[in-house]
C-alpha cells in the first residue's frame, strides 16, 4: 500500500545552518506530494507541493524536488532561523482519491 | 477573511460523557475531514465528506461520528464509546484539486 517515510527527530541545527529532512514513499503510479509545517498549539500549514515528476515546490526559501526514480521528496533550506522551528510532514495523494497519507512529522529545532 | 475555524480550542470531558467539536469553514469548498493526532505520530483520519449529506469512515471511525448538513460546516461527536479520546483533533478543508487547509485544532482531554 501506499506509504510516507520521513527521517525521525528531532533535527537540531544552529541558526543560518542548511536544511535536509528526508522524505520517501511507497505509491503506484504518480501521486502529489506535499510538505506541511505545524507550529506548536496549532494545526497544518501547506508549506509547498509538486504534483509531477521532477517539479519543484518552494516556499520562503524551502525547496523540495519530485523524484520519481528515488521516490523521494526531500525538504531543503539553506540557512534556518530560530521562527522554522517547528514539526514538518511530508505527505502523498492520488489524484481522483479523497485520502492523503503523511509521515509521522519531523521536528525540527533552530538553535540562536 | 476566509479560513477554517475550530471550536472550542481545548475541551474536556469526563469519561462517559460526548462531546462535539465544531469546524466551520468560508472557502466554499466542498470536500472536508476530521484527523485525529497523537504525540510523535502522523494524521489519522477519522471521516471524511465530499459533499452535503455525504460522509464516509476513514482509519479509525469507531468511536466518532459526523454530520453534514451543511457545506460550510462538519462536526465531529467523540462518543463514549471511544476509549482513548484524549488527542489533538484537526479539520480540514479541500478545494478542486490536491490542496488540503487546515483549521487550528482542538486538544480533548478526558479527565
Known amino acids: 500500500g501506499n506509504s510516507v517515510t520521513q527521517m525521525e527527530g528531532p533535527v537540531t541545527l544552529s541558526e543560518e545552518a542548511f536544511l535536509t529532512i528526508n522524505c520517501t514513499y511507497t505509491?503506484?503510479?504518480?501521486?502529489?506530494l506535499f510538505w506541511y509545517v505545524q507550529y506548536p498549539g496549532e494545526g497544518l500549514q501547506l508549506l509547498l507541493k509538486?504534483?509531477?515528476?521532477?517539479d519543484k515546490g518552494s516556499n520562503k526559501g524551502f525547496e523540495a524536488t519530485y523524484r520519481k526514480e528515488t521516490t523521494s521528496f526531500h525538504l531543503e533550506k539553506g540557512s534556518v532561523q530560530v521562527s522554522d522551528s517547528a514539526v514538518y510532514f511530508c505527505?502523498?495523494?492520488?489524484?481522483?482519491?479523497?485520502?492523503?497519507?503523511f509521515g509521522t512529522g519531523t521536528r525540527l529545532k533552530v538553535l540562536a | 477573511d476566509g479560513g477554517i475555524t475550530q471550536s472550542p480550542k481545548y475541551l474536556f470531558r469526563k469519561e462517559g460523557q460526548n462531546v462535539t467539536l465544531s469546524c466551520e469553514q468560508n472557502?466554499?469548498?466542498?470536500?472536508m475531514y476530521w484527523y485525529r493526532q497523537d504525540p510523535g505520530q502522523g494524521l489519522r483520519l477519522i471521516y471524511y465528506?465530499?459533499?452535503?449529506?455525504?460522509?464516509q469512515k476513514g482509519d479509525i471511525a469507531e468511536g466518532y461520528s459526523v454530520s453534514r448538513e451543511k457545506k460550510e460546516s462538519f462536526p465531529l461527536t467523540v462518543t463514549s464509546a471511544q476509549k482513548n479520546p484524549t488527542a489533538f483533533y484537526l479539520c480540514?478543508?479541500?478545494?478542486?484539486?490536491?490542496?488540503?487547509?487546515f483549521g487550528p485544532g482542538t486538544r480533548l482531554t478526558v479527565l
Open positions: 480540514a478543508s479541500r478545494r478542486e484539486g490536491d490542496t488540503q487547509y
Open positions: 505509491a503506484t503510479g504518480y501521486p502529489s
Open positions: 509538486a504534483t509531477k515528476a521532477d
Open positions: 505527505a502523498l495523494k492520488h489524484a481522483g482519491t479523497y485520502k492523503y497519507i
Open positions: 472557502l466554499n469548498h466542498d470536500a
Open positions: 465528506s465530499q459533499i452535503v449529506n455525504d460522509f
